[in-house]
């Protein structure tokens, strides 16, 4: 029989190895942007890793999650296959969305991954509709909604908020705060820069912390999530978090001094949990699962290269269910 | 005569018009310290400081309304969309504030407001982020709506927005603001409602705006080889619309194809088609046809894409078609 020890450090390599295929996904992603094998805008995750990863791993397959732009690791956290996401990037039939979506629209209604989505604020009521409908069905779901700080002054995260509060509906909302929207440091954008504070005047619980240690994500998160399914009382978490990237690849963050960057650099959770677990993990087992991304990534990477593009026929059946209206 | 960029002379015309007068203040998401998502503001920050340059936060319906009260009681916003995909989030304040104020209060209050920012395709940035929005502004009484393809006219129908008392909507585009172009010295104003003819021709006038004034241009040129006499013509203003410069171009050529991006279901080119064959009935060789963005949201495939974006091919074929019938 396992020691408890043990046991937490597989579960905790199970984390850092979703958190490790994330990172470099991203990492190839960018690559590939590089290459112009992606177009249009890519925003990569890098740094806020141990948020979906960590709130992920609350949830069964049957909950819902639904999210900004800013989605590939949510995606992979949620359950996406590698290959789909990277397919996606390239704009290939075999993607999730089916080439046809990119980046910023990661579908995958098999593990109930509502989207990613461009405009701001506006997935937010999506997440609460998802919630709604869970209470409806008296299904016992959960629907996790993330946003970044941005999305804290625009009406669809009031209107959502308000709603889901008023309806004890069963959601987290989720703030990735990770101090900019665009070049735009959060004490620019909103007079009270605790945004779990918010809640306060929905009348709903917060919490607020920052997401170093992937197990504190899960085990905050997970908190919330068994009060919304357990009491369908909604709440709404503030994680502070850092992206190490540009907004997107058009970015080059001139706003932040390369000082504060290695700071947060420092305290990488992915490289956190892996101290964790070279402390306490077997090494061997450690490069092995390693080696397993590497892997992974590669094959990925393979199957959106060697797959073949959408081809126009897509186009209507796609526009409608049913016939084509004009 | 300088050479100038599309987005260098639209930044000319907004710091000209403040300078001139101190009710003009710019406000948009990341105008100020970042300089611009698309460096339209740069430099203005520095020019005139936090309280004429305001860097808003993502709050579109917030602050574009707020533009239409400071516009009410006497200011004179310049109001920035990162793109005009987001103003969907600030329509209910364009369509039933901007562009009703005026007739609600009996007149007594005006609107003198500018919205401005990139518009329709940019590239493989998907369906969100894709969208054409002339359309449903110019159909609002009340709103006036210009986009210029040209350094020139930008410069020039900016600061006719600036100081027009209405409101007006500056359509620009992502895929314009690194062209180059000839401004005038001395210009000042381009007014609104006329149209201009960018490449004489016999055969064919093509309609078209923005940046499908450039492809209608090439499509002419190709044509030209062929033996086809192509008339462009460039609208600048969608609202007002420039009536009797098309109408006289189609009198004279006999056919009219008309190109801008965005859905066929009703819109610019809809609106066209029908003054051509209300206005100009007998000296129509040809249906007015229209080349347009197809009928489905963009998709990100960058090949399906362009696939549904109009380009020079699609033009080509439809002024062969225009010609051919006749011929
Ligand atoms: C309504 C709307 N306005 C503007 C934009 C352009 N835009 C895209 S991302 C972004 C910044 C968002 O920052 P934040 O919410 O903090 O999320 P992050 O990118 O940091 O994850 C902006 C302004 C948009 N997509 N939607
Ligand atoms: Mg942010």
């Known amino acids: 029989m396992l020691g408890r020890q043990t046991m937490d450090h597989e579960h905790l390599a199970s984390l850092y190895r979703q958190m490790l295929l994330i990172r470099r996904l991203e990492e190839e992603a960018a690559r590939a942007y590089a290459m112009g094998k992606i177009g249009g805008f890519l925003h990569l995750y890098i740094g806020q890793e141990a948020v979906g990863v960590g709130a992920c791993a609350t949830l069964t397959r049957d909950d819902y999650v639904v999210t900004t732009y800013r989605d590939h690791g949510i995606a992979i956290a949620k359950g996406m296959a590698p290959g789909a996401m990277m397919a996606e990037l390239y704009g290939k039939a075999t993607g999730c969305s089916g080439g046809l979506g990119g980046s910023m629209h990661m579908f995958d209604k098999p593990n109930n991954m509502l989207g990613g989505h461009g405009i701001i604020g506006g997935h937010i009521p999506l997440g609460v509709g998802a919630a709604f409908a869970s209470k409806y069905n008296k299904d016992g779901r959960v629907t996790l909604c993330f946003f970044g700080d941005g999305a804290v002054s625009i009406q669809g995260f009031h209107e959502g908020v308000s709603l889901a509060a008023l309806w004890k509906l069963p959601i987290v909302f989720i703030c990735e705060n990770n101090e900019y929207s665009m070049g735009t440091p959060l004490s620019r954008t909103l007079s009270q820069t605790d945004v779990s504070l918010k809640a306060v005047g929905y009348g709903i619980p917060h919490d607020r912390f920052f997401a170093t240690d992937v197990l504190e994500v899960e085990q905050r998160i997970g908190q919330a999530v068994e009060r919304a399914r357990n009491e369908s009382m909604p709440t709404l978490v503030e994680v502070r978090t850092y992206r190490f990237r540009g907004h997107s690849m058009s970015d080059p963050g001139k706003y932040r001094t390369a000082a504060e960057l290695e700071e947060q650099k420092q305290k990488d959770p992915l490289i956190q949990a892996r101290l964790k677990l070279e402390l306490g993990?077997?090494?061997?087992?450690?490069?092995?699962?390693?080696?397993?991304?590497?892997?992974?990534?590669?094959?990925?990477?393979?199957?959106?290269?060697?797959?073949?593009?959408?081809?126009?026929?897509?186009?209507e059946p796609t526009t409608y269910d049913g016939p084509f209206a004009s | 005569m300088r050479t100038l960029r599309y987005r260098e002379a639209l930044r000319e015309a907004m710091i000209e018009e403040m300078e001139r007068d101190r009710t003009v203040f710019l406000m948009g998401e990341e105008v100020g310290y970042y300089n611009g998502a698309y460096k339209v503001s740069e430099g203005m920050l520095e020019k005139f400081g936090p309280e004429r340059v305001v860097d808003a936060p993502i709050a579109e319906g917030g602050f574009a309304g707020l533009g239409v009260g400071a516009a009410m009681v006497g200011l004179r916003p310049i109001i920035e969309f990162m793109t005009w995909n987001f103003s969907a989030i600030a329509f209910d304040q364009i369509l039933n504030n901007a562009a009703k104020i005026r007739q609600m209060s009996g007149g007594q209050y005006n609107c003198p407001i500018v919205f401005r920012g990139p518009n329709a395709s940019a590239k493989q940035v998907g369906s969100q982020h894709s969208h054409a929005m002339e359309h449903f502004y110019a159909q609002v009484p009340g709103l006036k709506v210009v986009a210029p393809a040209f350094p020139a006219d930008a410069k020039g129908l900016m600061k006719a927005a600036i100081r027009d008392d209405n409101p007006v909507l500056v359509m620009e585009s992502e895929t314009l603001y690194s062209i180059k172009g000839e401004v005038p010295d001395d210009l000042d104003v381009v007014p609104f409602g006329r149209a201009q003819i960018v490449r004489p021709g016999s055969q064919a006038t093509i309609v078209a705006y923005s940046r499908m004034t450039h492809v209608a241009l090439d499509a002419a040129a190709a044509l030209e080889k062929e033996g086809i006499s192509v008339e462009v013509l460039d609208l600048r203003s969608l609202r007002p619309l420039d009536e009797d410069t098309i109408v006289a171009s189609v009198k004279k050529t006999h056919r009219c194809v008309v190109v801008h991006e965005g859905w066929p279901y009703g819109g610019v080119g809809a609106e066209i088609s029908d003054r051509v064959q209300r206005l100009a009935f007998d000296w129509l060789d040809a249906p007015v046809l229209r080349v347009t963005t197809r009928d489905v949201p963009m998709p990100y495939n960058a090949k399906l894409e362009q696939y549904c974006m109009p380009q020079v091919d699609r033009v080509i074929a439809a002024v062969r078609r225009a010609v051919h019938r006749s011929a």
Do not use: G
């Open chain 1, 281 to 315: 993990w077997d090494a061997a087992k450690l490069a092995a699962l390693e080696a397993s991304v590497e892997a992974e990534v590669e094959a990925a990477v393979k199957f959106a290269e060697d797959s073949p593009e959408p081809d126009a026929s897509v186009l």
